[in-house]
């Protein structure tokens, strides 16, 4: 089974860096993805992690440690356009991905 | 342009009518998902498929079924059985579902049933 856990809601200001949580239990886990979406839209990839470490893509990075079943997405440079919902997933092996409840970023000036 | 296309982006039906939601993909990919997600919360899966002719049920597939006749195809019907069908539906691919590879969305059909 899949359980995925990450905070509701949070707040930031613009030019701040947010780090958002997720923590997994998958059994024949297959990688921790981490997406985007706007309100009323279809969720855009951020980032994919399978191995322990930080992968960074510009102002997004993503950190996974598989021994912890642990993960987090780093936003620096905070702009408006970056209030979201944040989507962190896991894969098993042979399954399709399956999504926590999301995390809804509030960014203020 | 390569992607996924859902239709209608808005779709009303009345209670204890069937309806269903179209999926085209034209990413030549393997797999491929649906998912519903209800205000302030993820995405839960319905049903995915791996292959042609085959597919497997989600966390969520009471009430809803679906086929996969051809690879870019992956239509979801909403029964009556279904207690609570007004939500938002998105239809997902991906190369191949054992790889780590990312799912790519559709726009989505928000159903709403009166």
């Known amino acids: 089974g899949q359980n995925i856990d990450q905070p509701t809601e949070m707040t930031a200001t613009e030019g701040a860096i947010v780090q958002i949580n997720c923590t997994y239990q998958?059994?024949?886990?297959?990688?921790l993805f981490w997406y985007q979406q706007h309100a009323g839209e279809a969720p855009t990839f951020l980032s994919y992690?399978?191995?322990?470490g930080l992968e960074e893509k510009g102002r997004f990075s993503s950190f996974l440690s598989r021994s912890k079943g642990y993960s987090y997405l780093l936003l620096k440079e905070l702009q408006m356009k970056d209030s979201a919902s944040y989507l962190c997933?896991?894969?098993?092996?042979?399954?399709?991905?399956?999504f926590g409840k999301g995390t809804t970023l509030s960014v203020s000036s | 342009d390569g992607g996924i296309t859902q239709s209608p982006k808005y779709l009303f039906r009345k209670e204890g009518q069937n309806v269903t939601l179209s999926c085209e993909q034209n990413?030549?990919?393997?797999?491929m998902y649906w998912y519903r997600q209800d205000p302030g919360q993820g995405l839960r899966l319905i049903y995915y498929?791996?292959?042609?002719?085959?597919?497997q049920k989600g966390d969520i597939a009471e009430g809803y079924s679906v086929s996969r006749e051809k690879k870019e195809s992956f239509p979801l019907t909403v029964t009556s059985a279904q207690k609570n069908p007004t939500a938002f539906y998105l239809c997902?691919?991906?190369?191949?579902?054992?790889?780590?590879?990312?799912?790519?969305f559709g726009q989505g059909t928000r159903l709403t049933v009166v």
């Open positions: 997933a896991s894969k098993q092996a042979g399954t399709a991905l399956i």
């Open positions: 998958t059994s024949g886990f297959n990688g």
């Open positions: 992690n399978v191995l322990d």
């Open positions: 990413l030549n990919h393997d797999a």
């Open positions: 498929s791996q292959i042609v002719n085959d597919f």
């Open positions: 997902a691919s991906s190369p191949i579902a054992r790889s780590g590879t990312e799912a790519f």
